[in-house]
């Protein structure tokens, strides 16, 4: 049984006879059949970090949520059947924090319940990936307690020393004249700023809002940032001061950049029926912030994470190929900045250099490379073996987004080290 991307496929126990039998929308996970043979319970992953279980006949017919209305909007993952097939065990997240559930199974067509499902666990570990045992009167789990640090490599000493105070932070970005530093606090995703010694710390965004990709714009006065709350179900373009007070929003978006005059950002957002087969896709926009007029770059579906180093001059990534494209808003056309994969990049403070972790080393290990963008030459600026760095589990479904990289003004590497615990439980259990 495999789910590939928006459909779920059925084989043999070699990987033979492979067919396909159904499609959905959303990106699919975690498929489970039930003990004897005539269901699968799967998650489907949609748009706007929300996650919900599904069940179809192994047959392949009678599709359908099955936690329909529990929460809206749904944000359960991975789950599997008891050893005896009396209860289901899931994982259902609320406030950053995984706990597991239970679903008492019924007869019935489709063994459709409307019963509640039961809390096996109420913190204060982070519980993810239950498996029963086979005589269903325990659940192995992985319970962790999250928690980073914020640290900077000295290339001097050749280590890694706390930043801004060491606060459990990713995604944080340095101001240009390096008076500041933004970050969304892990793991439970608010916006903070404070001074790169760690003085003057100021939250800037309350729950249950979460925040995504925090841009300093280029007068160190503002934060653009992508935010997400559940009841709104997609992420939206906000910015606040850098003193505080209430974010304006100004339009649905995901990864953003700040112009260099500052006018304007270019950001990606989800476009409906525009990708191949008519799938939702993605696309570039830009909107002026004084007018706040938005409109699509020409010819940009399927290229994600802007950047913005010069002001005629838009970076990107497109999806198909890996490869960096580049965007002249003079003769508003695309043409190919490199002919190599570079990754998903951040640009530098200064607008030179963009940099990467996601291009690995001989070895096949993680290193940061940065590329010049007026010669386009790449260079390998650390290694970072024998760091262990955070994953945030913030994306629905467990699907776990990548690790960061950011960069000071001086070219000093930042990443966020994983000073938490993880460990496998045994859970006991009375079943009712």
Not at 3 to 20: Q, T
Not at 236 to 260: C, K, N, Q
């Amino acid at each position: 049984m495999i789910v590939n991307g928006p459909a779920l496929y059925v084989a043999e126990g070699d990987g033979s006879n492979s067919r396909k039998i159904t499609d959905f929308a959303g990106i699919g996970a975690w498929p489970n059949v039930s003990p004897d043979g005539k269901r699968i319970r799967f998650m489907i992953a949609a748009t706007g970090l929300t996650s919900s279980l599904w069940e179809i006949a192994a047959d392949g017919t009678g599709l359908h949520q099955l936690l329909k209305g529990w929460h809206d909007p749904p944000n359960e993952c991975c789950g599997k059947w008891t050893g005896d097939g009396k209860y289901f065990v899931f994982q259902y997240q609320n406030e950053g924090r995984w706990d597991l559930w239970a679903l008492r199974e019924q007869s019935g067509w489709f063994h459709r319940t409307t019963q509640e499902p039961m809390r096996l666990t109420n913190g204060p570990l982070s519980y993810v990936l239950p498996c029963p045992s086979r005589d269903s009167e325990q659940i192995f789990a992985v319970g962790s307690k999250r928690r980073g640090e914020l640290v900077r490599y000295d290339a001097k000493t050749r280590q890694y020393v706390s930043y801004a105070g060491g606060p459990s932070a990713i995604d944080a970005h340095v101001s240009p004249d390096g008076k500041w530093v933004a970050y969304s606090s892990y793991p439970d995703h608010t916006l903070w700023r404070s001074r790169p010694d760690g003085s003057e710390r100021l939250q800037l965004t309350y729950p249950p809002m979460l925040v995504f990709y925090p841009q300093i714009s280029p007068d160190g006065k503002k934060v653009a940032f992508a935010g997400f709350q559940r009841a709104k179900k997609y992420l939206s373009l906000y910015i606040v001061s850098i003193d505080g007070g209430v974010p304006e929003a100004i339009t649905r978006a995901g990864a953003l950049a700040w112009s260099p005059d500052e006018n304007s950002l270019a950001y990606t957002q989800l476009v409906p029926g525009k990708g191949f087969g008519e799938r939702d896709s993605l696309e570039e926009y830009v909107v002026d912030l004084r007018t706040k007029k938005a409109s699509a770059i020409p010819h940009s579906v399927g290229i994600i994470v802007p950047l913005w180093p010069e002001p005629n001059t838009l970076l990107a990534t497109q999806m198909s190929s890996g490869k960096i494209m580049s965007y002249d808003f003079k003769t508003q056309r695309w043409s190919e900045f490199t002919r190599s994969e570079f990754g998903l990049g951040i640009l530098s403070p200064d607008r030179k250099y963009l940099y990467t972790d996601e291009m690995p080393d001989a070895s096949g290990g993680a290193q940061v490379v940065r590329l010049r963008v007026a010669d386009k030459k790449v260079e390998t600026v650390l290694s970072l073996k024998g760091i262990r760095r955070v994953v945030d589990e913030q994306v629905a479904g467990g699907f776990n987004l990548p690790t960061w990289v950011g960069v000071t003004p001086d070219g000093s590497v930042l990443v966020t080290r994983d000073v938490g615990t993880q460990e496998i439980y045994a859970l006991k259990v009375k079943w009712p």
